[in-house]
């Protein structure tokens, strides 16, 4: 039995790309949004468990433990997004003009594995003042003027 060579498969094996995927596009909104959704159910499960709900019901623990759910899996999508800006788009050039770029990304970074196992309000808004810092070096970089709008 012959075997024929897959066009495909070759070029997948061989193609190269300075990022996941040679799309070029980039932007912090993607990380803004999973940080708004951190705050979001950071301060909701600071409301439940504030209310006069009675926290050994199955209706408590089902409700605190899908804001736990999704806070940690917005957390981690939100450094995953930070972490492609920081190792794909941003280069030697803008760290040049901008020393404290590797600092504000480190610092976001551990702001999102902070959130992810803490329920911290003062976290979660110290992750949105990262990634709002994010935004404006990553829109300077562009010479671009882009406002910070946040969705909630």
């Known amino acids: 039995m012959r075997r024929v060579s897959n066009p495909i498969t070759k070029i997948l094996n061989t193609a190269d790309a300075h990022c996941d995927g040679p799309c070029g596009v980039y932007d912090p909104a993607s990380a803004r949004i999973a940080g708004e959704a951190v705050?979001?159910?950071?301060?909701k499960m600071m409301a439940l468990e504030?209310?006069?709900?009675?926290?050994?019901?199955?209706?408590?623990?089902n409700t605190m433990?899908?804001?736990?759910?999704?806070k940690e899996e917005e957390a981690q999508k939100c450094k995953d997004e930070l972490l492609v800006l920081w190792t794909d788009y941003f280069k030697p050039p803008h760290l040049d003009k901008n020393p404290?770029?590797?600092?504000?990304?480190?610092k976001a970074a551990k702001l999102c594995s902070a959130c992810k196992v803490e329920v911290s309000e003062e976290h979660a808004q110290e992750?949105?003042?990262a990634i709002e810092h994010i935004h404006v070096l990553f829109w300077s970089t562009k010479e671009k003027?882009?406002?910070w709008i946040r969705a909630s």
């Open 50 to 61: 504030n209310s006069d709900a009675d926290c050994n019901t199955a209706a408590y623990i």
């Open 39 to 43: 705050q979001s159910m950071t301060k």
């Open 127 to 129: 992750l949105m003042d």
């Open 100 to 106: 404290e770029l590797h600092d504000v990304f480190w």
């Open 145 to 147: 003027e882009v406002p």
């Open 65 to 70: 433990s899908r804001y736990a759910l999704i």
